[in-house]
């Protein structure tokens, strides 16, 4: 999942990802605990984010390290998690799904026409408006990652509490749309 900004002739690639318990209805329903979600860090990729880049920048030193952590964390999430990325060519590379499938990171099919299935599009546009009221015509490229780590570390947890609870409603319309857009 990610976005870019372009920003004074270079890119800045944000990247992270929603996490959630890997059951949210059984520790939700059955123990009355509030439900964990979280952002875990902000990303910056600097430049062109091709595959080997995405590779060795995001999925090996974040990715499998954050999904290992959660499975040794929560037995039951294996059983849960999964991946989900966009159709950015460096999600797409034969590569980067063998080193997924390698790692055995499970994938959620994406649908070609629905980029607006993933509530993370709805956390970038957020930021992106937060950002934006930060930049100044003297910001420079330090300050645009600055304010997107700052911007995103005051993300409210309950606007991505209701985001993530979309998740259900928003994959029931894109197959009722038949991998069409949705209202999301």
């Keep these: 999942m990610q976005s870019n900004l372009k920003f004074s002739a270079f890119f ?5 990802c929603l ?5 949210p209805m059984q520790y939700c329903h059955q123990s009355c605990k509030v439900c964990i979600l979280s952002l875990i860090n902000l990303f910056t990729v600097r430049g062109n984010l091709n ?9 090996q030193p974040v990715v499998d390290p954050f999904l290992r952590q959660q499975r040794q964390q929560d037995p039951l999430a294996a059983q849960y998690q999964i991946f989900q990325q966009d159709g950015a060519p460096a999600h797409t590379a034969r590569t980067t799904k063998a080193l997924l499938q390698q790692l055995g990171i499970d994938l959620m099919e994406w649908p070609s026409k629905s980029p607006d299935l993933s509530p993370i599009e709805n956390v970038w546009d957020h930021l992106g408006q937060a950002v934006a009221e930060r930049v100044t015509e003297n910001s420079t490229l330090d300050d645009l990652e600055r304010f ?3 911007e995103w ?8 509490r209701d985001l993530i609870w979309t998740m259900r409603d928003r994959c029931e319309e894109c197959i009722a749309a038949q991998g069409g857009s949705t209202h999301y």
């Design 12 to 16: 800045l690639f944000p990247w992270s």
């Design 148 to 150: 997107l780590k700052e």
């Design 51 to 59: 595959a080997a880049r995405y590779q060795a920048e995001i999925i």
């Design 153 to 160: 570390r005051a993300m409210d947890q309950d606007y991505l």
């Design 19 to 23: 996490n959630f318990m890997s059951n």
